[in-house]
């Protein structure tokens, strides 16, 4: 079983930086992601993807809101992926999560329902 387990949201003005980590651990085992992806939500809507990579690879793919602001990255000695988020816009205001897909393909980062285990979420708040 794998965990992951998220740090870094908090309270920003809008214009600020904040990063995201999300470490994951599979008991008793070396354990390789496919990819690491970043998801939010706000209430009363669908949990949006936001950003993801492979963990094996270069490729990235970020939604259109967020490109060029956001950035993802990874430690594998850490087995840590992080999101870079600057020029944070109140629009921006969610719960992020972070989360591992069931493959590697573009189509499967990019899709929520292809994610199959989550982290506990960490709110981002941004002041205008």
């Known amino acids: 079983q794998v965990q992951l387990v998220e740090s870094g949201g908090g309270l920003v003005q809008a214009g600020g930086s904040l990063r995201l980590s999300c470490a994951f651990a599979?008991?008793?085992?070396?354990?390789?992601?496919?990819?690491l992806g970043w998801c939010r939500q706000v209430p009363e809507k669908e949990r949006e993807f936001v950003g993801a990579?492979?963990?094996?690879?270069?490729?990235?793919v970020y939604a259109g809101s967020v490109n060029g602001r956001f950035t993802s990255s990874r430690d594998n000695g850490k087995s840590t992926g992080y999101l870079q988020m600057n020029s944070l816009k109140p629009e921006d205001t969610a719960v992020y999560y972070c989360?591992?897909?069931?493959?590697?393909?573009?189509?499967?980062?990019?899709?929520?329902?292809?994610?199959?285990?989550w982290g506990q979420g960490t709110q981002v708040t941004v002041s205008p």
């Open positions: 989360a591992l897909p069931r493959s590697s393909g573009l189509g499967a980062l990019t899709r929520t329902n292809d994610y199959d285990t």
């Open positions: 599979a008991s008793g085992r070396i354990f390789r992601p496919f990819g």
């Open positions: 990579f492979r963990w094996g690879g270069v490729t990235s």
